[in-house]
T-cell receptor, first 112, second 110 residues
């Protein structure tokens, strides 16, 4: 069974730009969650999607958004990038959201 | 606001020794997760604890949950070098938001 994939793996952007990250969950998994990891703030929950609906959302500004497609693939978008958005962005999938999560390798975003 | 603390934040231990990492949280919770992260890598799920008194074991690691004390423990038995990593707990609130602890950096020395 293929694992969770994230693309791209590395990304460099400049302030003010926007970025879209993609996550393909394990086949059959319907829940996809996104997390941000920075040295200063640690791990923080962004949002969770289940069956194309945002089910939960963390405390991030509206510049951070996401969506989930009918095949459970998910994208997150960050608009008007700030230096502080430089982070490792992780996505995780699970069957329904309350069980073991399986993480992708992450996307490292650097904002200059 | 839910706060999650871990103790200790740094742990250096000898191979073969036992130790416990503690995870305290401030409000009632729906469930608790433990994760492992190797340097420069993604997260790996270790345990999901769903109810008071839950205990799960995998190899040299055992996790338990006491919802009344708002405390989870991750016990390491006879540590080996391969267990060197950062361990995070995360608590899920009834609003279904994840809140992570700051992580415990474990170094197992030969």
């Amino acid at each position: 069974k293929a694992g969770v994939t994230q693309t791209p793996r590395y990304l460099i952007k400049t302030r003010g730009q926007q970025v879209t990250l993609s996550c393909s969950p394990i086949s059959g998994h319907r829940s996809v969650s996104w997390y941000q990891q920075t040295p200063g703030q640690g791990l923080q929950f962004l949002f969770e999607y289940f069956s194309e609906t945002q089910r939960n959302k963390g405390n991030f500004p509206g510049r951070f958004s996401g969506r989930q497609f009918s095949n459970s693939r998910s994208e997150m978008n960050v608009s008007t990038l700030e230096l502080g958005d430089s982070a490792l962005y992780l996505c995780a999938s699970s069957f329904q959201g309350e069980e073991t999560q399986y993480f992708g390798p992450g996307t490292r975003l650097l904002v200059l | 606001e839910l706060k999650v603390e871990q103790n200790p934040l740094f742990l250096s231990m000898q191979e073969g020794k036992n130790y416990t990492i503690y995870c305290n949280y401030s409000t009632t919770s729906d469930r608790l997760y433990w994760y492992r992260q190797d340097p420069g890598k993604s997260l790996e799920s270790l345990f999901v604890l769903l109810s008071n008194g839950a205990v799960k074991q995998e190899g040299r690691l055992m996790a338990s949950l006491d919802t009344k004390a708002r405390l989870s423990t991750l016990h390491i038995t006879a540590a080996v070098h391969d267990l060197s990593a950062t361990y995070f707990c995360a608590v899920v609130t009834y609003g279904q938001n994840f809140v992570f602890g700051p992580g415990t950096r474990l170094s197992v020395l030969p």
